[in-house]
């Protein structure tokens, strides 16, 4: 049996090769590395430049941003962050679920209040705007990037050289 084409509708397009290629992340953006890019074969380099150019004039007027903001990061789990991590994200971990011990207790009977409220489930975790992470949930902390910037960067032979 022949099998047929997929029809070219927007729906298709939608769920197509490109959101296949970005497989179940929830990525918006194709981050792609000059430095990488420029030490590619000239045909593909060719290539490349061909479908960005393509693209650009398909969405010329379609309001986009100025510009972007792009850092190098590693990526963690929340409930695997260091206290220092989770300050420099913003991150606030409360055991207590909002509760807070009440003010005239000394220190023993805070510990007690504590042992009594702590949950069996866990901190809740909170980002800096107030919305609750899993602490399974993945977030991204900035790190060094290990390619060097495209003016600095040595050539560097992608596999297709060998």
């Known amino acids: 049996m022949t099998e047929q084409p997929v029809p070219d509708t927007p729906h298709n397009r939608m769920s197509g090769p490109i959101h296949g290629w970005f497989s179940l992340s929830y990525s ?11 030490c590619m074969p ?14 650009r004039e398909a969405f010329e ?42 003010h005239w207790l000394d220190a023993d009977e805070i510990r007690e209040w504590e042992a009594e409220h702590e949950d069996p489930d866990g901190p809740a975790y909170h980002d ?3 919305n609750e992470l899993e602490s399974h949930q993945r977030v991204l902390l900035p790190a060094v990037d290990p390619v060097p910037h495209y003016r600095h960067a040595p050539y560097i032979a992608p596999k297709t050289d060998a």
């Open 28 to 38: 918006n953006y194709l981050v792609a590395n000059r430095a990488l890019m420029q």
């Open 42 to 55: 000239l045909g593909w380099q060719d290539r490349m430049v061909a479908c960005l150019e393509e693209m």
């Open 61 to 102: 007027g379609v309001p986009q941003a100025e510009g972007f903001r792009v850092e190098a990061a590693t990526e963690h789990e929340v409930s695997d962050l260091t206290e220092e991590q989770q300050r420099e994200l913003g991150i606030t971990e409360d055991w207590y679920r909002g509760e807070t011990p009440p």
């Open 128 to 130: 800096r705007d107030g």
